[in-house]
């Protein structure tokens, strides 16, 4: 896939690629590398809050829509809107995933990156030039194209995680938690560790 990646290609962020927040939160800062254009709908946003409201009972609705809003104004153009026409057309697996193919569709994506490839068949997504990626080979992509940039982005989440700030292997590990062995291995590779 890396070599379909330029600045000009976009990605769709599946709700469940959003509702880990250390995921999301590696994602978003991805987003603002203008290594790729990240879109999502509404829609998906109402998917991982509502999702992340039934699992963390200690968070609360406020909290989850102030992080939507700050998504939303941090990364340019980043809402799909107006793809709900193509939605009764389309055929998936899960009926109840057809509006995150319509969205893709509407914005012209190249990549929906979500966990759940099955979903989304190959063969259905070939009719619209998209492909289905796990979240860690799309970034594992990433850092075959530009290594120090996400590097970098993934070295801004970590010192965020503060009171102590988080070292790094622990930081690894979280994102081993995530699925992301391929990407948390080429990561370890760019660190000096001298």
Known sequence: MTEYMGSNFTALYDACVLYPAPLRDLLMQLALTDLFRARWTE??????IRNVLKQRPDLTLFQLTRT????NSHVRDCLVTG????IPS?????????????AAIKTGADFIV???LSDFPQATLEMYEIEALHP???ISDLIDLKPALVRTAAETCRLRL?????????YFNT????????SVSMLRELYDWS
């Open 43 to 48: 829609q998906i946003h109402d998917e991982w």
């Open 68 to 71: 939507k809003e700050l998504m």
């Open 83 to 86: 793809y709900e026409y193509l």
């Open 90 to 102: 389309l055929k998936l697996p899960d009926p109840d995933d057809r509006h995150v193919l319509a």
């Open 114 to 116: 979500t966990f759940n």
């Open 136 to 138: 860690d080979d799309f």
């Open 162 to 170: 503060r009171n102590p700030i988080t070292p790094i292997n622990d």
């Open 175 to 182: 994102l081993l938690k995530q699925g992301l062995s391929v």
